[in-house]
Nanobody, 113 residues
Framework: QVPLVESGGGLVEAGGSLRLSCAAS????????MEWYRQAPGKQRELVAR???????VYADSVKGRFTISRDNAKKTVDLQMNSLKPEDTAVYYC???????WGQGTQVTVSS
């Protein structure tokens, strides 16, 4: 059973929006902060956003004001709303659960100029 499954990626024009969703099937979701990372070709994986158990959030400077992370503990999901997308947002986006160091398989986001 895959512990984290992402969905919602795709191709969008610059300025557009996408909403990524991560569904957790393994235990620990309600005990852990959740994070979205991304990795562009030839670059290291980087933290995009983090949400704590209490709902406090942290964002990379590059996405502040454009991306919003949220979680639903009852449904065991964490979402990433991405607005005003830029070509430099193009990457594979990964969901991560810190407690057990679980990673999803990733979902591709491509922003065309």
């Amino acid at each position: 059973q895959v512990p984290l499954v992402e969905s919602g990626g795709g191709l969008v024009e610059a300025g557009g929006s996408l909403r990524l969703s991560c569904a957790a099937s393994a235990s620990g979701f309600r005990l852990s902060a959740m994070e979205w990372y991304r990795q562009a070709p030839g670059k290291q994986r980087e933290l995009v956003a983090r949400i704590s158990l209490a709902g406090s959030t942290v964002y990379a400077d590059s996405v502040k004001g454009r991306f919003t992370i949220s979680r639903d503990n009852a449904k065991k999901t964490v979402d990433l709303q991405m607005n005003s997308l830029k070509p430099e947002d193009t990457a594979v986006y990964y969901c991560h659960q810190g407690l057990n160091n679980y990673w999803g398989q990733g979902t591709q986001v491509t922003v065309s100029s």
